[in-house]
């Protein structure tokens, strides 16, 4: 069980580009969770995600922020025409249900 | 409005001395606890988690202390080693934690000398 695989590890994006962050859970795991943690930050929950369905998405930006999990395929947190305060490191996090959570070791987006 | 606040943002401890982490919350709907330790270019990964209904869980060297009247909770690194500098992050959540809407705080980033 390779654990949960974020790619890429690194993504470098000028302003106005999209950037596509992709996350496959765990072996078993039908829940995904994104996070976006700011330096020296914390991390902050963005959405919740289970099969095909969005659970809880109140912490994601009104606008051009996206995030799916498709019946197949890895969940992806997708970000249109990026501005230099979307740089962050974005981490993904999958459970089997109820906690147990297991990250990922993130995905560092920087816009040039 | 900041949920969780823990403190200090920084902790030096030499080599076998106790690390503690202090993190206070707001809302009374919390009733799952986590710390997470972080290395530098990883994710998160849970270290021992606590429910409000015991005051104290203890894993090796690691005890978490929970205070339900004063919403504190603090976690103890008993014999600290080198090998546990790192940034370590207390969260909280509602619904036991099953909805994964993890409050953190910010972190304190611990330094443990040899």
């Known amino acids: 069980n390779a654990g949960v695989m974020q790619n890429p590890r690194h993504l470098v994006r000028r302003r106005g580009q999209e950037a596509r962050l992709r996350c496959s859970p765990m072996?078993?795991?039908?829940?995904v969770y994104w996070y976006r943690q700011l330096p020296e930050e914390g991390l902050k929950f963005m959405v919740y995600?289970?099969?095909?369905?969005?659970?809880?998405e109140s912490g994601m930006p009104k606008e051009r922020f996206s995030a799916e999990f498709p019946k197949e395929g890895p969940s992806i947190l997708r970000i249109q025409q990026v501005v230099r305060g979307d740089s962050a490191a974005y981490f993904c996090?999958?459970?089997?249900?109820?906690?147990?959570?297991?990250f990922g070791s993130g995905t560092r987006l920087t816009v040039v | 409005q900041q949920q969780v606040k823990q403190s200090p943002q920084s902790l030096i401890v030499q080599k076998g001395g106790i690390s503690i982490i202090n993190c206070a919350y707001e809302?009374?709907?919390?009733?799952?606890f986590p710390w997470y330790q972080q290395f530098p270019g990883k994710g998160p990964a849970l270290l021992i988690a606590i429910r409000p209904d015991v005051s104290e869980k203890k894993e090796g060297r690691f005890t978490i202390s929970f205070n339900k009247s004063a919403k504190q909770f603090s976690l103890h690194i008993m014999d600290s080693q080198p090998g546990d500098s790192a940034t370590y992050f207390c969260?909280?959540?509602?619904?036991?934690?099953?909805?994964?809407?993890?409050?953190f705080g910010k972190g304190t980033k611990l330094s443990v000398k040899p």
């Open positions: 809302n009374t709907a919390f009733d799952y």
């Open positions: 969260a909280a959540s509602k619904d036991g934690g099953s909805q994964g809407n993890l409050i």
């Open positions: 072996k078993g795991h039908s829940h």
């Open positions: 996090a999958s459970s089997p249900g109820a906690g147990g959570y297991t």
């Open positions: 995600l289970q099969k095909e369905n969005i659970i809880d």
